[in-house]
């Protein structure tokens, strides 16, 4: 049994050679053959791509949980200087008043 199974095997690698021997000699096999080599390495920039996106993805969650922190731990401190701020901003601007231009019309 086990010669016949090596004879097996070694029918198919001689028939797998002349499959691979043949093909060259068919004009669109070299073009399919490219196509399928470029494919390939096209298939594995597309991996390199991605999983370089999933790393980036991890960084951004957690860049939003740290601004989640941040925005919930000073929230109080900050509406307060908001609040004082825009007060200040709006005293400023009632406070100073536009001199008026001289008008030279009554006295003809």
């Given amino acids: 049994m086990a010669q016949g199974g090596q004879d097996l095997l070694s029918k198919l690698a001689d028939r797998g050679e002349d499959v691979v021997g043949r093909i060259s000699d068919i004009p669109g096999a070299q073009r399919l053959l490219e196509a399928a080599?470029?494919?390939?390495?096209?298939?594995?920039?597309?991996?390199?791509?991605?999983?370089?996106?999933?790393?980036?993805?991890?960084?951004?969650?957690?860049?939003?949980r740290k601004v989640d922190q941040l925005s919930r731990s000073s929230a109080g401190g900050r509406s307060t200087t908001r609040s004082s701020a825009a007060k200040k901003t709006t005293t400023k601007r009632t406070t100073r008043a536009r001199p008026k231009p001289p008008t030279g019309g009554g006295a003809s």
């Fill in 37 to 64: 080599g470029s494919l390939k390495e096209r298939v594995d920039d597309l991996q390199k791509k991605m999983r370089g996106l999933e790393a980036l993805e991890r960084r951004v969650a957690a860049l939003e």
